[in-house]
């Protein structure tokens, strides 16, 4: 059974710094694709940052330059790192991991950005 476990959320103002992590039962080489998505009140989940198994890395373009996933192999564990946040950064951000018997996620992270 895979777990993800999520945490580093919270309150901060707007231009400053978060760092997610997320935190696999297993290795994370055994998933193709781990990545952060997030859903703000009333929106559709959305991808924001995603890694695969070989290191390449994709965003989305709102996050561009400010976010950055990377991963910890030794700890099983991808981070989120996000700078210059922005209010309408704010949203459960979710830890997913893919792999050949399907998708997994975490419980969701609180990000809240005060303007």
């Known amino acids: 059974q895979v777990q993800l476990v999520e945490s580093g959320g919270g309150l901060v103002q707007a231009g400053g710094s978060l760092r997610l992590s997320c935190a696999a039962s297993g290795s994370i080489l055994g998933f193709n694709v781990m990545g952060w998505y997030r859903q703000a009140p009333g929106k559709q989940r959305e991808l924001v940052a995603a890694i695969t198994i070989s290191g390449s890395t994709n965003y989305t373009d709102s996050v561009k330059g400010r976010f950055t996933i990377s991963r910890y192999i030794a700890k099983n564990t991808v981070y989120l790192q996000m700078n210059s946040l922005k209010p309408e950064d704010t949203a459960v951000y979710y830890c997913?991991?893919?792999?050949?018997?399907?998708?997994?996620w975490g419980q969701g992270t609180q990000v809240t950005v005060s303007s």
């Open positions: 997913n991991a893919q792999r050949f018997d399907g998708g997994y």
